[in-house]
């Protein structure tokens, strides 16, 4: 088996290459590469730098704005990345949350939303687990009630990583009471969460502090009114919903590990040949 790169693969390779070199910002890099915390605005303004070359979410459908590369190009394009000093771009709206949206939303959803999480325009954040519901996350007790043309939410989630700088939330919430269902994984339900409209009236976040370059939080839902709409989905079936952007972040942790493992072995060996 030849693992070589093909000719096309490496002409590939250098044109990502070469394409980070002259269009990474000098101080996001020196941030990565430094270790040190990037900013909202620092992840918004690479993002942007990268839907304009059209490489921001190149694991979409090209309909959507994907690239159309094969899996040797996207491995190329994580390693590059990773070497080159790259910031991943924040996980939650193109990988996460997206994955949800393009399976499960419906048109005049992905119309909406799938654009904006392409060019940047919103940063998104998910509203799972909660105390005591981490790893078993069907047992969480958050509750959305339909009321009318709205739901109304309440309970508490936990470990929201940069829920205090996004502007929407994708939540899951029971909305059939357990004991009315066969399964805890039934009664689910997935939402659209426009955080602009709600935080203050009915949405409470509280950060806490960690000593890592790590912004996490909890959030509270008090009679929290959301449009029926904002529902993705049937009701009752958000869990198997979400099981597709869990993929995406497992994925997306190993893809992030190609270019940085292989950064973090040139600066080791560089710092054993120093010495």
């Known amino acids: 088996m030849d693992l070589n790169y093909a000719p096309e693969e490496l002409a590939f390779r250098d044109e990502v290459r070469g394409w980070l070199k002259s269009n990474l910002p000098a101080d996001i890099r020196d941030k990565v590469t430094g270790y040190r915390h990037l900013s909202k605005e620092d992840h918004i303004r690479w993002h942007k730098i990268l839907a304009a070359k059209g490489w921001s979410v190149p694991h979409w459908p090209v309909e959507w704005g994907g690239t159309g590369w094969n899996i040797t190009q996207r491995y190329i394009y994580d390693e590059e990345f990773g070497l080159a000093g790259a910031p991943m771009l924040a996980p939650f709206g193109p990988s996460m949350c997206a994955s949800v949206l393009l399976r499960f939303g419906t048109p005049q959803q992905k119309d909406r939303f799938l654009p904006r999480i392409r060019d940047g325009e919103d940063f998104w954040v998910q509203g799972y687990s909660e105390p005591g519901s981490g790893s078993d996350l069907a047992s969480l007790k ?37 004991d009315q269902v066969a399964s805890k994984t039934e009664g689910l339900s997935i939402f659209l969460v426009d955080m602009r409209e709600v935080v203050g009236s009915g949405m409470t976040i509280k950060p806490i502090r960690t000593m890592m370059n790590h ?11 959301i449009p029926a709409s904002s529902l993705i989905g049937e009701e009752g079936k958000g869990f198997r919903y979400i099981l597709s952007g869990m993929n995406a972040e497992r994925t997306l942790i190993a893809a992030e590990c190609i270019g940085d493992a292989k950064w973090f072995i040139r600066k080791a060996t560089d710092y054993a040949k120093e010495r």
């Not at 912004?215 to 009114?225: A, G, N, Q």
């Open 142 to 178: 958050t509750r959305a009630e339909r009321r009318g043309d709205h739901y109304v939410v309440n309970g508490q989630k936990i470990w929201t990583s940069r829920a205090e700088h996004s502007d929407l939330m994708l939540l899951l919430a029971r909305t059939t009471p357990r």
């Open 215 to 225: 912004s996490t939080t909890e959030v509270f839902f008090d009679d929290m009114r």
